[in-house]
Structures are given as C-alpha cells and as structure tokens.
C-alpha cells in the first residue's frame, strides 16, 4: 500500500465509519499492518492510505498489533503529557505535541468484537494521533501556526525542490 503525504486532500478528509467488518475488513487490516511495518511506524490510519474509513492500527514495541475500528474516545484525562510525535505521512518531521495523558477508547477489532481500552504513555498518544487521522487532523496542526507554517515550509523546500 502506499502512503499519502502532507499535501494530499485525502489527508484532509473526515473518514466513514464501517458499516460491515468482512473478510475485505481483514485484508485491509493485515495490509495495513504490513504497511506500517515497512514504513516502521507505530500506527497507520486508513486514511493514509487512502481509504476513508474509521480504522486503524498500533503496534508498539514488545506489544500486539492492535486493531481498532470505529473507534470511540470515552474520556481523557486532565493530565496533559508532551512528546515528540513523527507520522508517516509527514517522514523526516518531528515536533513535540501536548495530549492528554491517559485516554479510554471503546472500538471494534478485525472481527467485529467491541473492545473498551483504557491506556497512558505512549500508547495512548499513538491513539489519539491515529484517531486525530480519521478526522482530517495532523499532529502539526497541534502546534502553534508559527511553528506548523516553519514545518510546512521545510517540508516543501525538502520535496518540491
Ligand atoms: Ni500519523
């Protein structure tokens, strides 16, 4: 599968939930995960990958993939936590976003099973940047414009020179 990158409309876009999960469901979701792995990333959403549906996957080091589908977010905490996030979608670009802490989440795996998933640290941060994904959000859109204009700008200079 090939990942779209900073500059495509798609990226933009608010995806649709899933209304059947199928054995198409889990060949997307294998596929994605494959991707992800060649793109050694932490998290894909299908919009990345050009498909508006409300899906995606993590696999952190020294944890399963997880799939998550139609996912939910139920709460987050009022603790914020900062870290530097990179996306395959915009390689060679780091910066430090601010979220909450600790998040939970309600969602459907690959076979249509719901699943409620509280989590903190890191986990919950690739959550929250893969959920932002299937609502048309980058994690550059996190920080201040100044910052997000400076990005862009390299961004630009990098591959459209
Ligand atoms: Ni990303």
């Known amino acids: 599968m090939h990942i779209l990158t900073l500059g495509h409309d798609v990226l933009r876009e608010k995806a649709e939930e899933v209304s059947q999960i199928d ?13 992800m792995h060649e793109g050694r990333g932490i998290g894909l959403a299908a919009t990345q990958v050009g498909i508006l549906e409300r ?9 399963i993939p997880r799939v998550f589908i139609n996912p ?21 670009i780091y910066a430090d976003v601010k979220r909450p802490e600790m998040i939970s989440i309600d969602a459907l795996d690959e076979r249509g099973k719901p ?3 509280d989590a903190d640290g890191l986990l919950a941060r690739v959550i929250q940047h893969e959920l932002d994904h ?9 920080l201040s414009e100044l910052k997000r204009k400076r990005i862009i700008r390299t961004w630009e ?5």
Not at 24 to 32: I, W
Not at 55 to 63: K, M, S, Y
Not at 72 to 91: D, F, M, Q, R
Not at 157 to 161: D, E, L, N, S, Y
């Open 23 to 35: 054995g198409k469901t889990v060949h997307l979701v294998k596929e994605m995960i494959q991707t």
């Open 55 to 63: 899906i995606f996957v993590v696999h952190l080091a020294e944890d």
């Open 72 to 92: 939910v977010l139920k709460g987050v905490s009022p603790e914020t936590s900062l870290y530097e996030e990179g996306c395959l979608s915009i390689p060679g």
């Open 115 to 117: 699943f409620h998933l």
């Open 134 to 142: 299937l609502n048309g959000v980058l994690f550059i859109d996190h």
């Open 157 to 161: 200079q990098k591959f459209k020179a």
